[in-house]
């Protein structure tokens, strides 16, 4: 009954070029959908978000876009750095500031130097 | 800055102990989380707490316990261990209704043998 569902468990990229990750979601509910990162031995910490009233968020090198008619959504990365090496987790909710967050499983992000 | 912080970070249980694992904040924030990622899993919410004095059931709270006495503290409580609550506990909190980023400890590492 996994929600969110991100179906790549890992991706690797050269340094420099673009980091594409995917989440797939099944709730049509879902209203407001975040990304997080995860580095070894750390908590995730939040990337970047976008509510459903929007098809494209952008934060420096990140970009988030979300396509609701396919229950989809996709983490752009470009350039890609090798600092960004971490899992990434999707997550989605029925509204912003929801209690209950549901989270992917994770998608394990290698950049090559 | 210390953020969120779990304690301990590494525990291994007896089938049938009890414990309690610690979050604290330092943020002022009135909104704190339980969450456990078990492998090969996304996070899924144990309890929240809206402020002292209230808590809520998340997805998966059988088993545990939560109290919530002041706004930086937030222990979970497990009562009668057992090997299916062997997982990673991240504690996570937020600064109010309309953010959804979530700020996580660094994880607690919990294995019941």
């Known amino acids: 009954d996994q929600q969110v569902k991100q179906n790549s468990p890992s991706l690797s990229v050269q340094e420099g070029r673009i980091s594409i990750l995917n989440c797939d979601y099944t709730n049509s509910m879902f209203d407001y959908f975040l990304w997080y990162k995860k580095y070894p031995a750390e908590g995730p910490t939040f990337l970047i978000s976008i509510s459903s009233i929007k098809d494209k968020n952008e934060d420096g090198r990140f970009t988030v876009f979300l396509n609701k008619s396919a229950k989809h959504l996709s983490l752009h990365i470009v350039p890609s750095q090798p600092g960004d090496s971490a899992v990434y987790f999707c997550a989605a909710s029925v509204k912003t500031g929801a209690n209950n967050l549901f989270f992917g499983t994770g998608t394990r992000l290698t950049v090559i130097p | 800055n210390a953020g969120v912080t779990q304690t301990p970070k590494f525990r291994i249980l007896k089938i049938g102990q009890s414990m309690t694992l610690q979050c604290a904040q330092d943020m002022n924030h009135n909104y704190m989380y339980w969450y456990r990622q078990d492998p090969g899993m996304g996070l899924k919410l144990i309890y929240y707490?809206?402020?002292?004095?209230?808590?809520d059931k998340g997805e998966v709270p059988n088993g545990y316990n939560v109290s919530r006495s002041t706004t930086e503290d937030f222990p979970l409580r497990l009562e009668l261990a057992a090997p299916s609550q062997t997982s990673v506990y991240f504690c996570?909190?937020?600064?109010?209704?309309?953010?959804?980023?979530?700020?996580f400890g660094e994880g607690s590492r919990l294995t019941v043998l």
């Open positions: 996570a909190s937020r600064s109010g209704a309309n953010t959804g980023e979530l700020f």
């Open positions: 707490s809206v402020g002292a004095g209230i808590t």
